[in-house]
């Protein structure tokens, strides 16, 4: 058996058990229900893997919602694109960011009643994907309630997808999501003095 052939037997080997292996796993994952995914961390990249979630489910043609917090005084290009979509509910807080207004009061007014429209899709059973983004810097900064938030999020219906975002998630959030991801940064064009891009950054 010259060399070639033996490298390409001793590939199909390896990705036969590869395969078992793979394929083991998916028949014993036969469990169906809404996920609560959580994407922390100080790297780039959170907002926008939660968004392309969204532009997965819809579409799949599920009903979804979006709330942003922090948010809103940019045009983003997410808020463009679903903003007037049927099949997404989209609310934002509009303060912009905390550094900005520099006003605990009216940014707690804020994040309250921007929270209540969370409320009414985490109890409505027709909206199947919700994005509640930067979520993680109201209960960081202690401007919601972490016990009514966790209590939602356990309470919502039994096949609903919440996908929240934002930097050093709560640990009681890690503990209660079925998937963490932690998007680290190693390298921002930022740091170096380049401008936000539109479509990139926004």
Same mark, same amino acid.
């Given at each position: 058996?010259?060399?070639?052939?033996?490298?390409?037997?001793?590939?199909?080997?390896?990705?036969?058990?590869?395969?078992?292996? *793979?394929?083991?796993?998916?028949?014993?994952?036969?469990?169906?229900?809404?996920?609560? +995914?959580?994407?922390?961390?100080?790297?780039?990249?959170?907002?926008? #893997?939660?968004?392309?979630m969204l532009a997965r489910s819809v579409g799949h043609g599920l009903r979804c919602g979006v709330v942003q917090f922090i948010?809103?005084?940019?045009?983003?290009?997410?808020?463009?694109?679903?903003?007037?979509?049927?099949?997404?509910?989209?609310? +934002?807080? =509009? &303060?912009?960011? &905390?550094?900005?207004?520099?006003?605990?009061?009216?940014? %707690?007014?804020?994040?309250?009643?921007?929270?209540?429209?969370?409320?009414?899709?985490?109890?409505?059973? @027709?909206?199947?994907?919700?994005?509640?983004?930067?979520?993680?810097?109201?209960? &960081?900064?202690?401007?919601?309630?972490?016990?009514?938030?966790?209590? @939602?999020?356990?309470?919502?219906? @039994?096949? /609903?997808? +919440? *996908? *929240?975002?934002?930097?050093?998630? =709560?640990?009681?959030?890690?503990?209660?999501?079925?998937?963490? #991801?932690?998007?680290?940064?190693?390298?921002? @064009?930022? =740091? #170096?003095? +380049?401008?936000? /891009?539109?479509? %990139?950054?926004?």
């Open positions: 058996m010259d060399h070639d052939t033996g490298r390409k037997l001793r590939h199909k080997r390896a990705m036969q058990r590869k395969k078992a292996h *793979i394929d083991k796993r998916i028949a014993a994952a036969d469990v169906d229900k809404g996920l609560l +995914v959580l994407l922390t961390g100080d790297g780039k990249g959170k907002s926008s #893997s939660a968004f392309g948010k809103g005084q940019w045009e983003c290009g997410e808020q463009m694109l679903f903003n007037d979509h049927p099949l997404v509910e989209f609310h +934002v807080m =509009n &303060t912009g960011f &905390t550094w900005e207004t520099q006003d605990r009061e009216k940014d %707690i007014e804020a994040a309250v009643a921007t929270w209540a429209h969370a409320v009414d899709l985490l109890r409505d059973p @027709a909206v199947k994907v919700i994005v509640l983004d930067e979520l993680t810097y109201m209960l &960081t900064y202690g401007y919601l309630d972490p016990t009514e938030v966790l209590d @939602a999020l356990r309470e919502r219906p @039994a096949d /609903q997808h +919440v *996908i *929240i975002t934002g930097r050093n998630a =709560n640990q009681a959030l890690v503990e209660i999501a079925d998937t963490v #991801s932690e998007v680290k940064d190693i390298k921002h @064009a930022f =740091n #170096s003095g +380049v401008r936000v /891009q539109k479509g %990139i950054d926004y």
